[in-house]
């Protein structure tokens, strides 16, 4: 089945600079991939997600590129503020259902002052 | 707009228990699907039900089961608990279920196995 690997597990940075998530999936098949923010205490909210027919994806200061042949996508945070300090999953799915995706271990982001 | 209600929020029990969690969706939304998330495993899908039918299944043991009302409201349910089965359970609905459309998750509740 589907398997998807997130890098790094923490990441700390300065305000104001920019963060970046990898993730790899594992099957060419996989054709939809969003990305969920997860703030304490509370459940993963979609941020942003992309498609198989586009690599790349922008909404403001957040962006996902999408490399089908390497099977890699990635989260690319611009100009980060203490709020962006959350857990970040990525997920990739396959199926019809936009349920039943498979997330990433996570990476949790930290904002430095 | 109301999001997703999960109730209740933190539950506590002991082994063998059994425990029923409830999921009120988005109005309108007839998608309802169950995750399980825990700090070893992350966020693993259990099943989703769309007009009261279970739909897809993930692969956990039978002692995990779901149900989905007319009112699109559905209650997961977990019998003989396990110490392994503290977790927190998010529950996330859609209109359809389709990929086309976001998936809008609950606040969770937090289940404690003793």
């Known amino acids: 089945g589907e398997n998807v690997e997130q890098h790094p597990s923490t990441l700390s940075v300065q305000e104001g600079d920019s963060a970046v998530i990898k993730c790899t999936y594992s099957?060419?098949?996989?054709?939809?991939f969003p990305w969920y923010k997860q703030e304490l205490g509370k459940g993963p909210q979609l941020i942003i997600d992309?498609?198989?027919?586009?690599g790349e994806k922008k909404d403001q200061r957040i962006a996902v590129t999408l490399n089908k042949t390497a099977k890699h996508f990635s989260l690319h945070i611009t100009e980060t503020q203490p709020e962006d300090s959350a857990v970040y999953f990525c997920?990739?799915?396959?199926?019809?259902?936009?349920?039943?995706?498979?997330f990433g271990s996570g990476t949790r982001l930290s904002i430095r002052p | 707009k109301a999001g997703v209600t999960q109730t209740p929020r933190y539950l506590i029990k002991t082994r063998g228990q059994q425990v029923t969690l409830s999921c009120s969706p988005i109005?309108?939304?007839?998608?309802v699907s169950w995750y399980q998330q825990t700090p070893g495993q992350g966020l693993q899908f259990l099943f989703e039900?769309?007009?009261?039918?279970?739909?897809n299944k993930g692969n956990f043991p039978g002692r995990f089961s779901g149900r989905q009302f007319s009112n699109s409201r559905s209650e997961m349910n977990v019998s003989t608990l396990e110490l392994g089965d503290s977790a927190l359970y998010l529950c996330?609905?859609?209109?359809?279920?389709?990929?086309?459309?976001?998936?809008?998750f609950g606040s969770g509740t937090q289940l404690s196995v003793l």
């Open positions: 996330a609905s859609t209109s359809q279920g389709s990929t086309n459309e976001k998936l809008f």
């Open positions: 109005s309108g939304h007839r998608s």
């Open positions: 997920a990739a799915s396959i199926y019809s259902s936009a349920s039943k995706i498979i």
């Open positions: 099957d060419s098949a996989s054709n939809y």
């Open positions: 992309i498609r198989s027919n586009v």
């Open positions: 039900y769309f007009s009261e039918t279970q739909r």
